[in-house]
């Protein structure tokens, strides 16, 4: 079956990108959402009915569905990644077409201006990681912490503090990121940097790492500003989708 550039082999069970040659073999759960979206094209189909459990496995969890969903949308690359659509508060609807507006615009530019774009961007994401690097008192991290997947595979957690009256603040936030990994068994990132701002509202975070051999960036900016702040909830952690 064709979904956007790729063609999913139900029988082998893997996804193959008709324009790179990559192949995947989808995970159980991967499988079982895609699975299910194609036997309900252009339905919504809820979180709990994704990972709904079958004779030889137990149910995902909502966070299990919501990373398969995430992995899938890679897969199908930025052009394509819209054919799953999310319906807020409901879950998730395989389209009949991905949106073509925005990329076939792009098309039109000439070669060398799409180049001139990219090289651009890539610039502009040196600058901030480098800006970012810089922002506590001294060029030194205050912590370095090295996280151990199920895997095996290690992420550096490097947090950076401007003032000696947030550490406390900022080491219980990393505390809680932290735990956000547990049952991680891999993920696309090394470095990951984090700070807190002086008046304590804004947790700063900056991933770094490689996925499908493209370096990817991530910057993510969460406020607070209750009396008893909680930057870090399951929630947010299922939605952003960290680890795979």
Request: hydrophobic share 40%; with cysteine.
């Amino acid at each position: 079956m064709q979904l956007g550039s790729c063609q999913f082999d139900i029988q082998r069970e893997q996804l193959k990108n008709l324009d790179s040659g990559d192949v995947w073999h989808l995970p159980r759960a991967e499988l079982q959402v895609l699975k299910l979206l194609i036997a309900n094209r252009n339905r919504i189909v809820a979180k709990h009915k994704l990972g709904a459990a079958d004779e030889e496995h137990p149910p995902l969890s909502d966070s299990s569905v919501t990373r398969a969903v995430f992995m899938l949308r890679s897969f199908l690359g930025p052009e394509h990644e819209q054919l799953i659509e999310t319906v807020k508060s409901k879950g998730y609807r395989l389209r009949g077409e991905a949106k073509r507006i925005q990329w076939t615009q792009i098309a039109k530019v000439k070669r060398w201006l799409i180049f001139a774009v990219l090289i651009t961007i890539i610039v502009i994401t040196i600058g901030l990681v480098r800006q970012f690097s810089k922002s506590g008192s001294t060029t030194e991290p205050y912590n370095v912490t090295a996280l151990t997947l199920l895997s095996g595979q290690q992420i550096n957690l490097i947090s950076y503090s401007k003032s000696k009256t947030n550490n406390e603040s900022l080491m219980r936030v990393i505390t809680q990121f932290s735990a956000g990994f547990k049952g991680c068994y891999s993920a696309p990132w090394q470095d990951i940097y984090l700070s807190l701002s002086h008046d304590k509202q804004v947790f700063n975070i900056t991933m770094r790492g490689e996925k499908l051999g493209l370096s990817v960036v991530r910057n993510l900016k969460l406020s607070d500003f209750r009396h008893h702040k909680q930057f870090i909830t399951q929630a947010w952690l299922d939605e952003v989708a960290l680890c795979e």
